[in-house]
Nanobody, 125 residues
Framework: EVQLVESGGGLVQAGGSLRLSCAAS????????IGWFRQAPGKEREGISS????????YYRDSVRGRFSISSDNAKNTVYLQMNSLKPEDTAVYYCAATPAEYSGSYYAESYDYWGQGTQVTVSS
C-alpha cells in the first residue's frame, strides 16, 4: 500500500521556523520525485518545492526560494521541508506528493500519483 505521511506542522510566529517531514512507503522511492504543495483557504493548491531523490535535483517556487529548503534521506524514504523566516501568508495545509521521476520539477498537481493527508501550518503575525 502506498503511503505518504506528513508531519511537523503547527502554529508558529512570523519569522519562526518549522520542519515538515514526508515519510514514503509502498513504492520505489528513487523512481519518484517528491513535491511539496500547499493550499490556503479559498485559494488553489500550489506547488512550492520538489526534489528528485535519485539525483538530488531541487526546485523552488520564487515565493519560497531562499527561505525554504528541501532535502531527502533516502535511507529513510523521507523528504524534509525546512521552512525559515515564515510569514503569515505561508499559512496553509501542506501536502507532499509523489510523481514519476521523469516529471521531477513539475508543479502540476495532475502529474502527481500519490498524496499525503496534509499537515496544517499556521503563522501568526
Amino acid at each position: 500500500e502506498v503511503q505518504l505521511v506528513e508531519s511537523g506542522g503547527g502554529l508558529v510566529q512570523a519569522g519562526g521556523s518549522l520542519r515538515l517531514s514526508c515519510a514514503a512507503s509502498g513504492f520505489t522511492f528513487d523512481e519518484y520525485a517528491i513535491g511539496w504543495f500547499r493550499q490556503a483557504p479559498g485559494k488553489e493548491r500550489e506547488g512550492i518545492s520538489s526534489i528528485s531523490p535519485s539525483n538530488g535535483n531541487k526546485y523552488y517556487r520564487d515565493s519560497v526560494r531562499g527561505r525554504f529548503s528541501i532535502s531527502s534521506d533516502n535511507a529513510k524514504n523521507t523528504v524534509y521541508l525546512q521552512m525559515n523566516s515564515l510569514k503569515p501568508e505561508d499559512t496553509a495545509v501542506y501536502y507532499c506528493a509523489a510523481t514519476p521521476a521523469e516529471y521531477s520539477g513539475s508543479y502540476y498537481a495532475e502529474s502527481y500519483d500519490y498524496w499525503g493527508q496534509g499537515t496544517q501550518v499556521t503563522v501568526s503575525s
